[in-house]
């Protein structure tokens, strides 16, 4: 009996101990980054995919990414109604009205970089390669300040020098 109350008593010191170590290596982030809010509640529902081709033209990857944070603001709004071509559909879902957005969003990179950076991957100016982990739609007003409207994590892929990306967002609203 007495070997059972001491096997206990070790059991609730060490548990404890085995516990915070695993909290202490969780990463903590905030519901708010930077001017960003958590998508969840908000009236949007984004996703986009991106498309990586070399400089030959040849597929490299397909990544498809939901964005999590979006910018709470009017201008997202203003963007989404700026140009026509962008409103796909609209119609009523659940007794709520809903519009479906598409942009295509081309990035081209250069052969060779201007300089090089501090970080892994830029030592070459001319054959330099990037992890995107991170897929965002940024918009610029009328004054010219940039704003990311939207963004979420990808499961990274590699860009080189002379890659293209494309990358096509679907943006639900509910009106």
């Not at 990463?27 to 996703?47: A, N, P």
């Not at 597929?59 to 071509?85: E, G, H, M, Q």
């Not at 979420?152 to 860009?159: E, I, K, P, S």
């Amino acid at each position: 009996m007495k070997k059972m109350h001491i096997f206990l008593i070790i059991m609730v010191f060490f548990v404890p101990i085995f516990i915070s170590q695993v909290y202490a290596q969780s990463l903590y982030v905030d519901i708010k980054v930077g001017d960003m809010d958590r998508i969840e509640e908000s009236k949007y529902i984004v996703s986009g995919v991106s498309i990586l081709r070399n400089s030959d033209g040849e597929l490299i990857s397909v990544v498809r990414v939901d964005a999590t944070r979006y910018f709470d603001d009017p201008i997202v709004d203003k963007f989404l109604k700026s140009d026509p071509n962008y409103l796909i559909k609209q119609g009523t879902i659940n007794g709520e009205r809903v519009s479906l957005h598409e942009l295509e969003v081309d990035y081209n990179n250069p052969d060779c970089l201007d300089r090089t950076f501090e970080v892994a991957g830029y030592n070459d100016e001319c054959n330099w390669y990037h992890r995107a982990f991170v897929t965002m739609l940024g918009i610029n007003d009328e004054q010219g300040e940039s704003h990311t409207i939207f963004r979420g994590l990808n499961h990274v892929y590699t860009v080189k020098s002379s890659d293209d990306v494309t990358t096509i967002w679907h943006i639900i609203t509910k009106d």
